[in-house]
């Protein structure tokens, strides 16, 4: 059973366009991280995020927490080729844990 | 400053050979974990050390996997004897303490023929 469901899957977009990334799950999660992964490398965190509600920024990038710590998103404005890669949500189930459930990632293709 | 080092970033070996991956944290970081990622089951914690001591080893997936940490700079994961659907990438990450943002290494990229 996979706790973290990624949407989509796949996404091929031009340079300069928006583009929204969901991570959802059925399960409450006291904290929630988003990576990038690029080919032939290890994830690299972007951002974490603990409160109900919460947003933040990192450039181009929005990050939201669903109310119910439920349920995330990733908005990238005017995307760049260098915003291209795989996209991993991960959920901690417990305050202060280091154990995090990765979703199967959004593989994201910007095109010049 | 080097980030975490893993070794070998290749490996291909045939079913029932023994293979060992190698990792080294970021110097000072005292907890590292194992994943394993496939197309399939995404990321998964596979084993947690804090100070070298094995912490959570829930994630290892059955007897022919094991991980050993005998010092603060080096870890191995062990499979024996391996089988196809051993095949995968496997991470080596390391954080300062439990609770801080664990980096990542470059992975192994194994194939069992």
């Known amino acids: 059973t996979q706790l973290l469901e990624q949407s989509p899957q796949f996404l091929s977009i031009q340079e300069g366009e928006n583009l929204t990334v969901y991570c959802n799950s059925s399960?409450?999660?006291?904290?929630l991280q988003w990576y990038r992964q690029e080919p032939g490398e290890g994830p690299v965190l972007l951002v974490t995020?603990?409160?109900?509600?919460e947003v933040k920024k990192l450039k181009r990038l929005t990050f939201q927490f669903g109310d119910a710590r439920k349920d995330s998103s990733l908005h990238i404005t005017a995307a760049q080729t260098g915003d291209t890669g795989l996209y991993l949500c991960?959920?901690?189930?417990?305050?202060?844990?280091?154990?995090?459930?990765f979703g199967t990632g959004t593989r994201l293709k910007v095109l010049a | 400053d080097a980030g975490v080092i893993q070794s070998p970033r290749h490996e291909v070996t045939e079913m029932g050979q023994e293979v060992t991956l190698r990792c080294k944290p970021i110097?000072?970081?005292?907890?590292l974990f194992w994943y394993r990622q496939t197309m399939m089951r995404g990321l998964e914690l596979l084993i947690y050390?804090?100070?070298?001591?094995?912490?959570?080893d829930s994630g290892m997936p059955e007897d022919r996997f094991s991980a050993k940490m005998p010092n603060a700079s080096f870890s191995t994961l062990k499979i024996q004897p391996s089988e196809p659907r051993d095949s995968a990438v496997y991470f080596c990450?390391?954080?300062?303490?439990?609770?801080?943002?664990?980096?990542f290494g470059d992975g192994t990229r194994l194939s069992i023929l």
């Open positions: 990450a390391s954080s300062s303490s439990e609770n801080q943002p664990q980096h």
């Open positions: 399960s409450v999660f006291s904290s």
């Open positions: 995020v603990v409160t109900g509600g």
């Open positions: 991960a959920g901690a189930r417990g305050s202060g844990t280091y154990k995090y459930i």
């Open positions: 110097s000072g970081h005292n907890s």
């Open positions: 050390f804090n100070n070298n001591v094995p912490i959570d």
